[in-house]
């Protein structure tokens, strides 16, 4: 989602421009107007983006060491004698 102080500012200079035309009543709908239309974009915040950044980088963290895991798993089976009967 867009920073609150952007909303803000582009709200801000909405109202101003319609302080001064017949549209003034629209001025105490604006705010709440833009936060739903940015609401239903499904933006995130920039801290919710690096949270899940954060997560996604442990993840590949730790698949990285499972597949090295399970590599040394496969090629220790590979290489035991093979049992007799």
């Known amino acids: 989602m ?10 801000n200079k909405i109202k101003e421009l319609v302080k001064s035309s017949p549209l003034a009543d629209l001025d105490k709908n604006m ?7 940015f609401t239903k974009m499904e933006l995130v915040t920039r ?18 060491l499972l597949e090295a895991k399970l ?6 089976i590979h290489t035991q004698p093979a049992k007799q009967d």
């Open 47 to 64: 801290e919710e983006f690096d949270v899940q950044t954060e997560v996604l980088k442990n993840t590949r963290e730790k698949l990285t």
């Open 2 to 11: 867009l920073e609150s102080s952007k909303i803000n500012e582009i709200s």
């Open 31 to 37: 705010d709440a107007l833009l936060r739903g239309a």
């Open 71 to 76: 590599a040394e798993l496969e090629q220790s």
